[in-house]
C-alpha cells in the first residue's frame, strides 16, 4: 500500500474532508551509476565548499540569494513560517471546465482519496458531482516547501489531482522558437496541398489506446546491458527520416495518401493474404518495408516495434491467415 506524499483537508465550500495524495505515475526509466572509464570505481557528488574543498554537512547548509552584491541567507525553517496554508488544507476556489485549460499547463498527476472510511460519503458525493457537471476544482495548496496550482477532477470513480504551471511560467513560442511559420498562415502551402494534408490526418485516423504504446527505448536499453554483459552486439537504430524537400511535398503527399488508403482498405480484408505474397522473404526486408507491410496487414503497436519485432509480428500474421 503506498503512503500518501501530502495529507490534509480538501474543503469546497463550507465541506471539507480529510484526504491523502498519492502519486499517480511511475517512472520506468534505467538508471546508471557514474564510474570513472576503466574502472569500477563510482563517481560520488558531495556537498563541498568551494573555499576550503571541505564536506560540507546537510544540517549546515542554509539557501542563500545572490543580490549581485551579496548573499541574503535564509534558514529553511524561516521558508515554513512565511508558506500559505500552513494549516494543510487544500481548498477550491471555484470550477471550471476541464476544457478551458490548455494542455500546456499540466505538469504531474496524483490520486486523492479519503483518509478514513467515515469520509467516503462526503469524498464520493464530490467524486460524482464534478464528473456529472464535467468540471474541474481549481485551488492552491502547498506540499514540500512548494505551492502549487491544481485542478480537482473525477476520473473512473476516483478523484485526481492535476498540478499545473503557473501562467507566468509559460514561456511565449513566438519568443522562444525560431523559424515559426506566419500566424497569419501564409506560406503554408496550396489549398491542393492542405487538401491533400488534412486527408492524410484523416486516412492515419485511429482511436487512442495507451496500451498499443510501450517504451521501446528501454526495452533496448536492457537488451544492450544484456548484450554488453554476455559480450555480444546489438543491432544499431536506423537513422533518421530525411527532411521532406518543399519541390517534392505535393508528390510526397500524395504518395503517403495512397499509402495510408490502401493500408486501410487491406487492412479491413484480405490485406494479410497480399502483403504474405510479395515475394520477398521477411529476413530480407528494411524497417521501413516491413513497416509497410504491417500498415497493409493492419498490426497493432507497429509504430514501436523494433525490425525484429515487425518481422516477428508479420510471421504470425501470415500463419493465422494461411
Given at each position: 500500500?503506498?503512503?500518501?506524499v501530502?495529507?490534509?483537508?480538501?474543503?469546497?465550500g463550507?465541506?471539507?474532508?480529510?484526504?491523502?495524495?498519492y502519486t499517480?505515475?511511475?517512472?520506468?526509466?534505467?538508471?546508471f551509476h557514474?564510474?570513472?572509464?576503466?574502472?569500477s570505481?563510482r563517481i560520488?557528488?558531495?556537498r563541498?565548499?568551494e573555499?576550503?574543498g571541505e564536506?560540507?554537512?546537510?544540517?549546515?547548509i542554509?539557501?542563500?540569494?545572490?543580490?549581485?552584491?551579496?548573499?541574503?541567507l535564509v534558514?529553511?525553517?524561516?521558508?515554513d513560517?512565511?508558506?500559505p496554508?500552513r494549516?494543510?488544507?487544500?481548498?477550491i476556489?471555484?470550477f471550471?471546465?476541464?476544457?478551458?485549460?490548455?494542455?500546456?499547463?499540466?505538469?504531474?498527476?496524483?490520486?486523492?482519496?479519503?483518509?478514513?472510511k467515515e469520509?467516503t460519503?462526503v469524498?464520493?458525493?464530490?467524486?460524482k458531482?464534478?464528473?456529472k457537471?464535467?468540471?474541474a476544482?481549481?485551488?492552491?495548496?502547498?506540499?514540500r516547501g512548494?505551492?502549487?496550482?491544481?485542478?480537482?477532477?473525477?476520473?473512473?470513480?476516483?478523484l485526481t489531482?492535476?498540478?499545473?504551471?503557473?501562467?507566468?511560467?509559460?514561456r511565449?513560442?513566438?519568443?522562444?522558437?525560431?523559424?515559426l511559420?506566419a500566424?497569419s498562415g501564409?506560406g503554408?502551402?496550396?489549398?491542393?496541398?492542405?487538401?491533400?494534408a488534412?486527408?492524410?490526418?484523416?486516412a492515419?485516423g485511429?482511436r487512442?489506446d495507451?496500451e498499443e504504446?510501450?517504451d521501446t527505448?528501454?526495452?533496448?536499453v536492457s537488451?544492450?546491458?544484456?548484450?554488453k554483459?554476455?559480450?555480444?552486439?546489438?543491432?544499431?537504430?536506423?537513422?533518421?527520416a530525411e527532411?521532406?524537400?518543399?519541390?517534392d511535398?505535393?508528390?510526397?503527399?500524395?504518395?503517403?495518401l495512397?499509402r495510408?488508403r490502401?493500408?486501410?482498405?487491406?487492412?479491413?480484408?484480405?490485406?494479410r493474404?497480399?502483403?504474405?505474397?510479395s515475394?520477398k522473404?521477411?529476413?530480407?526486408?528494411?524497417?521501413?518495408?516491413?513497416?509497410?507491410?504491417?500498415?497493409?496487414?493492419?498490426?497493432?503497436g507497429?509504430?514501436t516495434?523494433?525490425r525484429?519485432e515487425?518481422?516477428?509480428?508479420?510471421t504470425s500474421s501470415d500463419?493465422?491467415a494461411?
Amino acid at each position: 500500500m503506498a503512503r500518501p506524499v501530502w495529507t490534509g483537508v480538501l474543503s469546497f465550500g463550507l465541506v471539507s474532508v480529510p484526504i491523502g495524495i498519492y502519486t499517480a505515475t511511475d517512472s520506468h526509466t534505467i538508471h546508471f551509476h557514474q564510474l570513472q572509464r576503466g574502472t569500477s570505481d563510482r563517481i560520488r557528488n558531495r556537498r563541498v565548499n568551494e573555499r576550503t574543498g571541505e564536506e560540507v554537512d546537510l544540517d549546515d547548509i542554509v539557501k542563500g540569494y545572490d543580490t549581485g552584491e551579496e548573499y541574503v541567507l535564509v534558514e529553511p525553517a524561516e521558508l515554513d513560517d512565511i508558506a500559505p496554508g500552513r494549516s494543510k488544507t487544500l481548498e477550491i476556489s471555484g470550477f471550471v471546465d476541464l476544457a478551458e485549460i490548455d494542455p500546456i499547463f499540466f505538469d504531474r498527476t496524483y490520486y486523492v482519496g479519503p483518509k478514513g472510511k467515515e469520509y467516503t460519503k462526503v469524498y464520493a458525493l464530490l467524486e460524482k458531482a464534478l464528473a456529472k457537471a464535467e468540471r474541474a476544482g481549481v485551488a492552491t495548496f502547498v506540499m514540500r516547501g512548494r505551492e502549487y496550482l491544481v485542478a480537482l477532477k473525477a476520473e473512473d470513480g476516483i478523484l485526481t489531482l492535476h498540478t499545473l504551471h503557473w501562467a507566468d511560467e509559460i514561456r511565449d513560442p513566438r519568443e522562444e522558437v525560431p523559424d515559426l511559420p506566419a500566424a497569419s498562415g501564409r506560406g503554408t502551402g496550396s489549398s491542393r496541398e492542405m487538401k491533400m494534408a488534412e486527408q492524410l490526418i484523416t486516412a492515419l485516423g485511429m482511436r487512442w489506446d495507451p496500451e498499443e504504446f510501450r517504451d521501446t527505448y528501454q526495452d533496448k536499453v536492457s537488451a544492450l546491458i544484456k548484450a554488453k554483459g554476455a559480450g555480444e552486439t546489438v543491432e544499431k537504430a536506423e537513422a533518421a527520416a530525411e527532411a521532406t524537400n518543399v519541390v517534392d511535398l505535393t508528390e510526397t503527399l500524395r504518395a503517403s495518401l495512397e499509402r495510408a488508403r490502401g493500408g486501410g482498405r487491406r487492412a479491413r480484408g484480405g490485406g494479410r493474404r497480399k502483403a504474405a505474397a510479395s515475394g520477398k522473404p521477411l529476413d530480407s526486408l528494411t524497417k521501413a518495408e516491413l513497416y509497410e507491410r504491417a500498415t497493409a496487414a493492419g498490426i497493432p503497436g507497429r509504430s514501436t516495434m523494433t525490425r525484429a519485432e515487425l518481422a516477428e509480428a508479420l510471421t504470425s500474421s501470415d500463419s493465422e491467415a494461411a
